[in-house]
T-cell receptor
């Protein structure tokens, strides 16, 4: 079946540096993508989303880039802080037969911040 | 705090038993989703309800069922439990059923089958 996947399971960055987390998706019909952050013992926390009619979207310290040509999604975190340590998931909106909105998640990237 | 409330936080039971997980969506959200997170399968969509009606099914086993009540809270029922059902179960909610809007997740119920 079609799925969303991540390139790297673990990413280690120095505090203050920028982080880039990548994601590949395979469903060319997906029209909505979301990045979530999950800390230990917590549920996925919404970070930022992007619709397929956009290439880039910026939030506070985060930027999501969408390349539909190669079906690639990335999350950039500026000036990484210790509190950014978590597992990051990309997700795409999957249209089921009923036309509703179950999300398909990638396997996650563990972001580790080095002091 | 996402505004989505799940109870209980932890549940320990034995094989063959039945459990019910509860979810209260964010205020104003009409759509509720259930997901299962396990080490081998990752986060998987199970089922969606909108305003009391089932809207979509994902990888939900026949032993599992859900419902959404008039007050919009939802329950996920898991029966004939097997060791492999041990996982984190998350509920998420969103305002509508067919829209490009983020789903907001609760902190989950950790189910352990002994």
């Amino acid at each position: 079946g079609e799925s969303v996947g991540l390139h790297l399971p673990t990413l280690s960055v120095q505090e203050g540096d920028n982080s880039i987390i990548n994601c590949a998706y395979s469903n060319s019909a997906s029209d909505y993508f979301i990045w979530y952050k999950q800390e230990s013992g917590k549920g996925p926390q919404f970070i930022i989303d992007i619709r397929s009619n956009m290439d880039k979207r910026q939030g506070q310290r985060v930027t999501v880039l969408l390349n539909k040509t190669v079906k690639h999604l990335s999350l950039q975190i500026a000036a990484t802080q210790p509190g950014d340590s978590a597992v990051y998931f990309c997700a795409e909106k999957q249209r089921s037969g009923g036309g509703a909105d179950g999300l398909t998640f990638g396997k996650g990237t563990h972001l580790i911040i080095q002091p | 705090d996402s505004g989505v409330t799940q109870t209980p936080k932890h549940l320990i039971t034995a094989t063959g038993q039945r459990v019910t997980l509860r979810c209260s969506p964010r205020s104003g959200d009409l759509s509720v989703y259930w997901y299962q997170q396990s080490l081998d399968q990752g986060l998987q969509f199970l089922i969606q309800y909108y305003n009391g009606e089932e809207r979509a099914k994902g990888n939900i086993l026949e032993r599992f069922s859900a419902q959404q009540f008039p007050d919009l809270h939802s329950e996920l029922n898991l029966s004939s439990l097997e060791l492999g059902d041990s996982a984190l179960y998350f509920c998420a909610s969103s305002v509508e059923a067919y829209s490009n809007q983020p789903q907001h997740f609760g902190d989950g119920t950790r189910l352990s089958i002994l």
